[in-house]
T-cell receptor, first 114, second 110 residues
Framework: GEDVEQSLFLSVREGDSSVINCTYTDSSSTYLYWYKQEPGAGLQLLTYIFSNMDMKQDQRLTVLLNKKDKHLSLRIADTQTGDSAIYFC??????????????FGKGTHLIIQP | EADIYQTPRYLVIGTGKKITLECSQTMGHDKMYWYQQDPGMELHLIHYSYGVNSTEKGDLSSESTVSRIRTEHFPLTLESARPSHTSQYLCASAGGDTQYFGPGTRLTVL
């Protein structure tokens, strides 16, 4: 079965790096995603990684994938107040965005301290 | 920025009413989805579609129904709303490797 786990809260100081972790159970996952949700809004795709990759970097965001341990992380460098949101990890086991949908974690609330 | 729209954004209705939540996308995507997001913020897939005239039930059982008569339109209907239907409903469409989400409809049933 599919199960995605995330810690519920992360608190960091403004300017520090944030690292949000996720574990998944389905070894046949082909794509793993990070989405951001701000209050009252839908989900915004931040980045995704194909399962045969170890790392992907996009500006302040770095995604690391440890396929052996089924562990995915999102690092946000120089965290800003605008990064305050809920971050969802999700996996797809068909093709990317496959027709049977994504399995989401419960989301990590990122709290920024001044 | 994805072109996917949901209306209404907020809806408060009484028990027993019939409602339709609208979702439209202008990207020509064949695959579309409805997710329900509960107060604990977890998302659950309730319906999806491969394309016109295709509808499938998702992982979470739902009393809602969907239709897909046009590629760009994927409405969700509740025939008789109940307080247990209070939730946020998120529509998404997929092109290539990614799913794009609409802004959501927050439904409250009194």
């Amino acid at each position: 079965g599919e199960d995605v786990e995330q810690s519920l809260f992360l608190s960091v100081r403004e300017g520090d790096s944030s690292v949000i972790n996720c574990t998944y159970t389905d070894s046949s996952s082909t794509y793993l995603y990070w989405y951001k949700q701000e209050p009252g809004a839908g989900l915004q795709l931040l980045t995704y990684i194909f399962s045969n990759m170890d790392m992907k970097q996009d500006q302040r965001l770095t995604v690391l994938l440890n396929k052996k341990d089924k562990h995915l992380s999102l690092r946000i460098a120089d965290t800003q107040t605008g990064d305050s949101a809920i971050y969802f990890c999700a996996e797809s086991i068909v093709s990317g965005g496959g027709a049977d949908g994504l399995t989401f974690g419960k989301g990590t609330h990122l709290i920024i301290q001044p | 920025e994805a072109d996917i729209y949901q209306t209404p954004r907020y809806l408060v209705i009484g028990t027993g009413k019939k409602i339709t939540l609208e979702c439209s996308q202008t990207m020509g995507h064949d695959k579309m989805y409805w997710y329900q997001q509960d107060p604990g913020m977890e998302l659950h897939l309730i319906h999806y579609s491969y394309g016109v005239n295709s509808t499938e039930k998702g992982d979470l059982s739902s009393e809602s129904t969907v239709s897909r008569i046009r590629t760009e339109h994927f409405p969700l209907t509740l025939e008789s709303a109940r307080p247990s239907h209070t939730s946020q409903y998120l529509c998404a469409s997929a092109g290539g490797d990614t799913q794009y989400f609409g802004p959501g409809t927050r439904l409250t049933v009194l």
